[in-house]
């Protein structure tokens, strides 16, 4: 089976196709890969990268204007047509898209049907800034792909296992019935993939694992999860709750926005910018990216070791908690940009947790990279300590052919 996933962004459409084993089996070979941007803007640039049949890796460029998702999904058909990766769009068995947000109604990925664009586009204001971008991939590949098969696999699906006392907020509780105001949670498909990975790599059944997973990227979350069920995230309605962000403040006093409102004379958007824009690392130092923050740090930028002592010091909280949710924790994990590549925020996270079982062995911690999993526990930690490559465009592909192959049978 051939499975082509799309992200599509407000401006962007990240894709990668990928070449799935049986449905009996889990295995794929990425094809291609690649990212358009600038969307609607007046220079456009696509990039694919592919491997070749001698596995040396190539890339195709094309610039230009690219006015819409639909202009851009032709040019995938084009890019991938040139890479020799498939010979026209009707070589596709199925089109797998990451939807932001499905609100309650989707608890697992969904054939998309009129209903389900509907769906979408009505759960729109959860996630304003996600699915109409969402929804325009979607409709892109319905205009140019009507026999294709869709999939729409959900950020918040994961998610929907959690207890009452989890997802609910203490506000009058008739905003919960008419408005939908509850924790969602996001990076839902990451959490997934990287629990059942660690579950695989450590030999244990997934239904017997309590995990804790820190996803540390631009967007950052928590998650604690328990025979594969999660019990508690750190997103919110929005994605703006929880951990320090690239520009997300995260969790902060609410009355803050109202007084600096009175203060400052902040408009709503205004202030809605500030939290989720202008604020987290880059609010505190100036920059955004952990990779900058942490090098100005480490040379005795004041403002940059504050944002990373602030972010650390969140993480540390969020694992304390999810222990007490778990009732104890069989292993730890780090994904994302950060989390993968980042020794630092590793070694600065776990401090200070040896009394809680959660003892890092340096060595392997500095030895760690993005790539392939890496256990970096001590010998005598109660929790195993594992740092694992996300691929949630991997996740998407695998739940796209099993929907696909159980319509089939």
């Known amino acids: 089976m051939k499975i082509l996933v799309l992200n599509s962004g407000s401006s962007s459409l990240k894709f990668q196709l990928f070449a799935m084993d049986p449905p009996e089996q889990n295995g794929a070979e990425v094809l ?3 990212l358009i941007e ?34 851009a999904l032709t040019l995938v058909a084009q890019l991938l047509q040139e890479s020799q990766a498939m010979s026209s769009v009707a070589e596709l068995d199925g089109i797998g898209h990451r939807v932001v947000h499905g609100g309650e109604e989707f608890q697992e990925p969904v054939l998309i049907d009129g209903r389900v664009q509907e769906a979408i586009k009505r ?13 325009s991939g979607i409709q892109a590949v319905s205009r140019a792909a009507p026999d294709t098969p869709q999939v729409a696999v959900f950020d918040t699906a994961f998610h929907q296992s959690l207890p009452e006392a989890a997802y609910t907020y203490a506000l009058p509780y008739h905003l919960y019935e008419k408005h939908q105001v509850r924790r969602y949670g996001f990076h839902g498909t990451s959490h997934q993939f990287v629990s059942q990975a660690a579950a695989e790599f450590l030999g244990r059944p997934y239904g017997e694992l309590s995990t804790i997973s820190l996803h540390l990227g631009n967007g950052a979350s928590a998650a604690a999860i328990k ?12 994605p703006l709750e929880g951990l320090v962000m690239g520009s997300r403040c995260g969790d902060i006093d609410p009355a803050i926005p109202f007084y600096l409102a009175r203060q400052t004379g902040m408009d709503l958007q205004g202030l809605e910018d500030l939290l989720n824009n202008e604020s987290g690392l880059k609010g505190l130092c100036g920059a955004s990216d952990m990779r900058s923050v942490s090098k100005r740090a480490k040379e005795g930028d004041s403002r940059a070791r504050l ?18 949710v778990l009732g104890g924790a069989h292993c730890l994990l780090f994904t994302g940009g950060i ?18 079982g959660i ?3 340096e060595g392997k911690n500095q030895k760690a990279r993005g790539g392939e999993i890496s256990q970096i526990n001590k010998e005598d930690s109660e929790v195993a300590i594992l740092v ?10 695998r739940q796209t052919k099993r929907l696909i192959a159980s319509r089939a049978s």
């Open 32 to 34: 291609a890969t690649g």
């Open 38 to 71: 600038q969307i609607g803007a007046p220079q456009g640039q696509a990039t694919l990268t592919y491997n070749d049949d001698q596995g040396q890796v190539r890339q195709l460029i094309r610039q230009g204007e690219i006015n819409d998702h639909e202009q």
């Open 123 to 135: 759960l729109s204001p959860l996630a304003p800034l996600h699915n109409p971008a969402n929804l």
């Open 227 to 238: 025979g594969g069920c999660c019990l508690d995230t750190s997103m919110g309605l929005t």
């Open 307 to 324: 944002a990373v002592d602030i972010s650390c010091h969140r993480l540390r909280k969020y694992i304390g908690a999810y222990l007490a």
């Open 339 to 356: 989390g993968e590549n980042s020794a630092t925020i590793r070694q600065r996270t776990c401090q200070g947790l040896a009394e809680l």
């Open 359 to 361: 003892r890092l062995d």
């Open 388 to 397: 694992v490559p996300t691929n949630e465009e991997l996740e998407i592909a």
